[in-house]
């Protein structure tokens, strides 16, 4: 942890957007906004008896957002002055943060941190070196150095179902790991494009800890009552399914803090 967290601040938001459906359920006396919610994200990074598998990159915010505690927030958060356009919206209050933004894929930033070292295979994963070297990848583009052993840092879209629901005690969790894609686009013309390689899929749901009275605020992830077990897989790049079988089914504790920004 403490080299994640000496790295050099660097000033990109991530992708961080709540969109709430229109008709969807309201809480008491607090009506749910109809357009998109912008969300800040923190994870509790602990150490010791409490050694969570899923952490953030350390880099932090910038700027006028650097005063915040949070690991992650939206381009278009308030903090920042002028909002500047989200790079993606997800509905049916599902919070969605993508570490590489669509305007910008060549321009990596942050990351999240995955640590495959309590799993039940023998053998560490490391995606982040396959992700180094693979057909089709577009070399220009860097991404966090791989370093031996099982933590990766990885580019990724992570989306939890519906943790803002006001009835909701749970939540699943999916993570989707990216590589830099190089494509064609004809008339010798090409792109970078993030493609999905890798699933990371938690068995169970997730529990809602905690919320705030105002609903604005939720915690996932319960230690000593979800089993926090995930099973990678390798995505085939020409369906977009799982191949069977897994890589592995690791134990992937985290507990992640999101709220939401109270609509101006």
């Given at each position: 942890m403490?080299?994640?967290?000496?790295?050099?601040?660097i000033g990109l938001a991530l992708t961080a957007v709540l969109c709430l459906a229109a008709g969807s359920a309201q809480a008491k006396g607090k009506p749910q906004p109809s357009e998109d919610t912008v969300v800040r994200a923190e994870f509790r990074d602990a150490d010791n008896d409490l050694t969570d598998r899923i952490t953030s990159d350390g880099v932090g915010l910038s700027g006028s957002c650097a005063t915040l505690i949070y690991d992650y927030v939206d381009r278009n958060d308030p903090c920042y002055g002028t909002p500047a356009d989200p790079?993606?919206?997800?509905?049916y209050k599902d919070y969605f943060l993508r570490t590489v933004t669509n305007k910008l894929p060549t321009q990596v930033d942050r990351?999240?941190?995955?640590?495959?070292?309590?799993?039940?295979?023998?053998?560490?994963?490391?995606?982040d070196k396959k992700l180094w070297d693979y057909p089709g990848r577009d070399?220009?583009?860097w991404i966090p150095a791989w370093i031996e052993g099982c933590v990766d840092h990885l580019e990724v879209r992570f989306r939890a179902y519906g943790p803002f629901e006001p009835s909701a005690q749970d939540t699943e969790v999916h993570i989707i790991?990216?590589?830099?894609?190089?494509?064609?686009?004809?008339?010798?013309?090409?792109?970078?494009?993030?493609?999905?390689?890798f699933y990371l899929d938690f068995v169970n749901p997730?529990?809602?800890?905690?919320?705030?009275?105002?609903?604005?605020?939720?915690?996932?992830?319960?230690?000593?009552d979800d089993d926090f077990l995930a099973q990678l897989w390798?995505?085939?790049?020409?369906?977009?399914k799982r191949e069977y079988p897994p890589l592995g089914i690791?134990?992937?504790?985290?507990?992640?803090t999101l709220t939401r920004v109270p609509q101006q």
């Open positions: 403490d080299n994640r967290k000496t790295i050099l601040m790079q993606a919206t997800i509905s990351w999240l941190v995955l640590d495959f070292s309590d799993g039940d295979v023998d053998d560490c994963p490391d995606l070399p220009d583009v790991i990216d590589g830099p894609d190089l494509v064609d686009e004809g008339k010798r013309k090409e792109r970078t494009q993030w493609n999905a390689k997730l529990s809602i800890v905690e919320r705030s009275a105002d609903l604005d605020t939720v915690i996932i992830g319960k230690d000593g390798t995505v085939n790049q020409r369906t977009g690791y134990r992937m504790p985290f507990q992640l």
